[in-house]
């Protein structure tokens, strides 16, 4: 807007100059039009092609004056664009060293690798849960979108290790490839686990074919957003009700009702305890759907006598100030 609005102010006081110059020359020396502006131009821009007429000696103070209005004028301009080029550059580079500075603080977060449809949604949703993210893009033209989206991304090819590691991927939590082929997405994951072998990778894949492939390169959760959302259309047919609970879960922030994953660690107070010990659903009115065991079994609607072990995934449901309270318990 700034650069638009100068370009402006330049093209008015250009056709002012002109403007002024020609009906100088046409009043003080009586020329024509066309003699007036040609004088005018070249006096302006100082070329040095001599005098179109025999200039009078009111026609030669009038040309000092125009000529001293011309360079202040170019002067002007000049310093404009030198101004404009010099201060972009410095909040380029001040810019690029505070979202370097921020990364570098990071810690447990996720790495998001493509800005495209599917990486601005899932970046979106994440920030709005409160969990730090970087993004990297390769594409430059998509920096004024994440500019707008206050992201803080890195310009360059996610498959390069430095790259990598420049968005801290050894303190990392996770990582989402979603680059543009399944052969970049299985390169990409070779090297994150390489890189950090505790990474949760997720990884999307364009065809089917290729979710053995990336699971035997390390990804722990490959998705097909095509399969996704197939079945996302075939269950809102066979299961409305269901799936509107769901978006009200996992989407409706008005809704003071979350299904969340809390983890118990080895140093609970709740590790060994059961269920109806616990006391989970009357002191936090939370109900627990499944419990994951550390391997990997799934324990649905877990009973009364239940034990609760360290390692345990639980996913509950309920309030978001109720889960918390629970995480900071488990």
Known sequence: MEYLRQTVIFAALSIVLMMVGSFGYMIIEGW????????TI????????GEVNPVGFHGRIFTIILILLGVGFFLYVAGNVIQFLV??????????????????????HYIICGYGRI????????????????????????VPRLDEDDILYIIGDAKDEAVLEKAGIQRAKGIITSVATDA????????????????????????NSVKKTLL?????????????????????ILRPTVIQFLEMAFADDSIDIQIEEIRIKPDSKMAGLTMKDSGIRQKYDLMIMVIRK??????????????MEAGDVMVVVGSAKSIQRLDSVL
Do not use: C, W
């Not at 550390?294 to 034990?307: E, L, W």
């Open 32 to 39: 024509g039009f066309m003699d007036s502006l040609y004088m």
């Open 42 to 49: 070249i006096t302006l821009a100082t070329v040095g092609y």
């Open 87 to 108: 201060e972009g550059r410095i909040r380029l580079v001040l810019g690029r060293r505070k979202l370097d500075t921020q990364i570098n603080r990071l810690r447990g």
């Open 119 to 142: 990486g601005r949604v899932l970046a979106r949703f994440l920030i709005a849960r409160y969990i730090d993210v970087v993004v990297i893009e390769r594409n430059q033209n998509r």
């Open 184 to 207: 970049d997405n299985v390169f990409l994951v070779i090297i994150a686990k390489q890189l950090n072998p505790d990474l949760f990778i997720v990884a999307r894949a364009e065809q």
């Open 216 to 236: 035997a390169a390390g990804a722990d959760k490959v998705i097909s957003p095509y399969d996704l959302g197939a079945r996302r259309m075939a269950h809102a």
């Open 294 to 307: 550390p391997d990997g079994s799934m324990v649905f609607n877990p009973k009364a006598d239940t034990v």
